[in-house]
């Protein structure tokens, strides 16, 4: 079982990118799906989680400009990002809850996908 980020680069400051994350191997099922950041010399900070039902959940920083979402298949989720700012520069992490075929949930993370936002 693996997440794959992609998406990733560089941005003008005002400008929008759009993150996915897949998940892929043998799995069963896929709970909550979200997506963190971690800015240099900075602690990760969860940004939005999605549950299996498709609730929502955003912390302050990105209310407003990030939109987080799943793939039809559900194994894929997504965070939209607009009206970007300096201060959003940091390498971006999916996460998610997964349950592999030998009935193990366990949390996994993609391997991380750098969003710069520079002029």
């Known amino acids: 079982v693996q997440l794959q980020a992609s998406g990733g680069g560089l941005v003008q400051p005002g400008g929008s990118l759009r993150l996915s994350c897949a998940a892929s191997?043998?799995?069963?099922?896929?709970?909550?799906m979200g997506w963190y950041r971690q800015a240099p010399g900075k602690q990760r900070e969860m940004l939005a989680f999605?549950?299996?039902?498709?609730?929502?959940n955003y912390a302050d920083s990105a209310k407003g400009r990030f939109t987080i979402s799943r793939g039809n298949a559900k194994k894929t989720v997504y965070l939209q990002m607009d009206s970007l700012k300096p201060e959003d520069t940091a390498v971006y992490y999916c996460?998610?809850?997964?349950?592999?075929?030998?009935?193990?949930?366990?949390?996994?993370w993609g391997q991380g996908t750098l969003v710069t936002v520079s002029s």
């Open positions: 996460n998610a809850v997964i349950g592999a075929s030998d009935s193990t949930w366990s949390e996994h």
């Open positions: 191997g043998s799995i069963i099922g896929i709970d909550n």
């Open positions: 999605i549950t299996d039902g498709g609730s929502t």
